[in-house]
């Protein structure tokens, strides 16, 4: 949407993104790409300097990767290490060979812990161990607890860096001792945070107070007064899946992370889970489109080798597809208005099938189905398939009789359509179901297994029935 | 991923979920459609009390229609208004309809000023009429302000309710003007905040300082001196989705709004946004899997209808498929191998351009195309579209070859494969970028396009090159 206040600005009229985002417009990108073709490492610097962190990141996403070693040279003094945290994964590779271990450790011993962690636990083993030599003993030993946690846990997303106060404290007490603390050290404390939690003498959670009732509170009002008890303690081995649910569902900002003592280990904020629930959702889009991970900055050659298992997965399920019509040679080489046709009734159940699979693999990843529904659902869309599937057999049923002048053959495919309609809608239904059940990730397989089996019935029920009725 | 400390408590150790999400085994909602089936009022009220009023509305959406109504009328009296904000639309609509406009407007009267929004927005003109009739005068302002934004702007999506101080207050008489405002009406705070707003004499903003910042600072400190003055200001007509795309790439927290004139008027908070980024990103899975929105919990004749006219524009397709089949009627008579096989070459160049065609929308949504790698994605997927082309080649090719002991139909198939897995390639790049480009939606419109090239060129490939050559 045009910013109305900036239309007198020239381009901004016709770029409706420059409002949020600068480089849409793809001026500074062409003006680097030229300072950096010219060799110009002060203009770079100039062009680069004012940016955010996240759009250098972007900038070097864009870039060929002879430009993106020349940037990087040029800015390599001055690296921001959260520039890498905002890169994509094919990238950051390339841009931490190219700035070598102890750079990267150096700029990435000026993050938060939880940042730091993310950066660190992308790197090989070997490396690793040379890049957390470079690190200062206090941030390291953060870090390697970090990276104790199992991959994309609770404990990896958490900030360990909090504001704890014990239950007899009062208003004035904390704030007294944040004060002192922000005197004393920087780093005690978070930069950011919105929750202090109240805890008992064994370091277990009783409750938070929001820094917004704090600030609105008298000085001497105990802590134990104010705060929220009711809270969810995230155990810290959950899955980070189930953390970005759960802040979905409960309408969090920040929960407690805890250990298996139930003791206080970290808090986990909704700035860290939006990036979940991001990375999750693209991750199943990109698994639906049969895609393994974005791969938009990977080689040629890694892309065609992540895409062809895939592809071939895809091939075996189309001479399955095959294998069917050869059963019915004899029968094309009679009628061989039937090779004209099959493809319709195949394609329009795949189609059915992948409307009714998309909305059950989101429903099952919403956690939306259950025992109770389930069979309600199935039953709906067996219902919307023979709909669907009757609106369209009168409708292909017409274009054949039209076209082959034949009743029969409209029959034919009518009778074939309806069938594999409903079938459709069984299928997209009950396979996300049956593969989450046996544990096998709904958004990667049940497209192929449904256009198996779409494919299968409409050209087995088509030329089958064409067999049966007008030979 | 299973709660070690749990995993004594029997069932939690077999329900991995339930450590995250209570409804996760279904126990619940079992004893509750048995409560409700025997007519057991208290018993309902008892199961229902100690839940979160997501966990509520989730039950809701569980039900069928009629232990959805009886539930409803269980729990009038005190019906929580956040229920609504968390159903599902289709659902919503009915359970207000059943509660009646009187009971919505006092639960919404309750609800914070963006949320009420959000409800009463889905009402239609003459409920939203009514509705407004029953929710007290300054609550009602606040709403009908919301509602004067166009649907899906940043106005929508804002709260009112805000801190603001001029730039020549300190942080103690901030804190003495928070403490003081908490003591004489609740409302007049927003109940959860984590920045105040610096304002000049004209209201526009000139900083901001998180609420963490303002705690550990000593109170003479003058505002001005700890605020952020690097802002990123949100004129109040921005769509969501801009919103969105803003709060991820610079990683905020909050963002101030601005009228025309450059006056603060709101702010935006990430948890508003949480739901924009989750609910865009839906819609675009549903999208691309042939589903206007998500319909679930619609009735099947609904769902009949919106999805038949997307299986219209399939049946377009197919037919044009047919079309070009129908062309080498002749050939398939004397060979009918070639309508075994045709099939193969279409799927193929259909699935490998979903592939790219994923990667390319995904990243167009993302901003991550410009004129600087347009270019060279497009180069980069024709390259894999001709290595994968050429491996797929040879399988097929082999394939065929001992199927029907023909090299030369092996070499026909072969050759085919090649072209369409480039124009695949080339397809799968292009269609969604002309789209964009052209103002249409490339997460609706690719995939069809794309199906009907790579089947089109599949056939007319694979037929025509057998006329030539085979003949």
Avoid: C
Avoid at 77 to 91: G, K, M, P, Q
Avoid at 314 to 331: K, M, Q, R, Y
Wanted: glycine share 8%; aromatic share 6%.
């Amino acid at each position: 949407m045009t910013d109305p206040a900036h239309t007198t600005e020239g381009h901004a009229a016709t770029e409706p993104d420059e409002a949020v985002y600068e480089l849409a417009s793809g001026r500074l990108e062409h003006d680097l790409v030229e300072a950096l073709a010219a060799g110009d490492g002060a203009r770079v610097k100039d062009l680069i300097a004012p940016l955010h962190y996240a759009d250098v990141a972007d900038l070097l996403e864009h870039l060929s990767a002879d430009e993106r070693h020349a940037l990087i040279d040029v800015i390599r003094d001055d690296f921001d290490a959260e520039i890498l945290s905002e890169l994509d994964e094919t990238v950051r590779d390339e841009i931490i060979e190219r700035l070598g271990i102890a750079d990267v450790a150096a700029a990435v011993a000026e993050l938060e812990s939880d940042d730091a962690v993310q950066i660190i636990e992308e790197l090989d083993e070997a490396e690793q161990r040379r890049g957390r030599g470079a690190i200062p003993a206090g941030e390291r030993t953060l870090i390697e607890e970090g990276l104790a946690y199992p991959e994309d846990s609770a404990g990896r997303l958490m900030q360990r860096e909090l504001v704890t106060v014990p239950t007899f404290w009062n208003v004035g007490q904390t704030i007294d001792f944040m004060r002192h603390s922000a005197d004393l050290e920087e780093d005690a404390l978070p930069s950011v945070f919105y929750d202090i939690f109240v805890v008992d003498p064994a370091h277990k959670p009783v409750g938070a107070v929001p820094l917004s009732r704090l600030l609105r509170t008298r000085r001497p009002v105990p802590v134990t007064e104010i705060m929220d008890a009711e809270m969810k303690l995230i155990p810290v081995e959950t899955d980070q899946e189930d953390v970005a649910f759960l802040f979905r569902q409960r309408d969090l900002v920040s929960a407690p992370v805890v250990d298996d003592g139930g003791r206080l280990v970290g808090a986990i904020t909704i700035d860290d889970v939006v990036d979940v629930i991001h990375e999750e959702l693209e991750e199943d889009i990109m698994r639906m489109g049969g895609v393994r991970e974005d791969d938009l900055y990977s080689a040629a050659v890694d892309t065609t080798r992540s895409r062809f298992s895939w592809l071939v997965v895809n091939l075996a399920t189309a001479v399955l597809a095959s294998l069917v019509i050869g059963l019915f040679e004899a029968t094309i080489e009679q009628i061989v208005a039937l090779a004209v046709l099959m493809p319709i009734v195949a394609s329009m159940g795949g189609n059915a099938g992948t409307q009714t699979m998309t909305v059950t693999v989101r429903a099952l990843a919403m956690k939306e189905l259950n025992p109770t529904n389930t069979f309600r659902v199935i039953g709906k869309e067996l219902l919307v398939g023979g709909f669907n599937g009757i609106l369209f057999a009168a409708l292909t049923g017409g274009v054949a009789w039209f076209w082959f002048g034949s009743p029969a053959l409209g029959v034919v495919i009518a009778l074939a359509m309806i069938i594999n309609m409903v079938v459709a809608g069984l299928a997209g239904t009950t396979i996300p179901l049956v593969l989450e059940r046996a544990g096998i990730d709904p958004a990667v397989a049940s497209g192929v297994v449904l256009t198996a089996i779409t494919d299968v019935v409409g050209f087995f029920g088509f030329l089958g029935l064409a067999a049966l009725i007008l030979l």
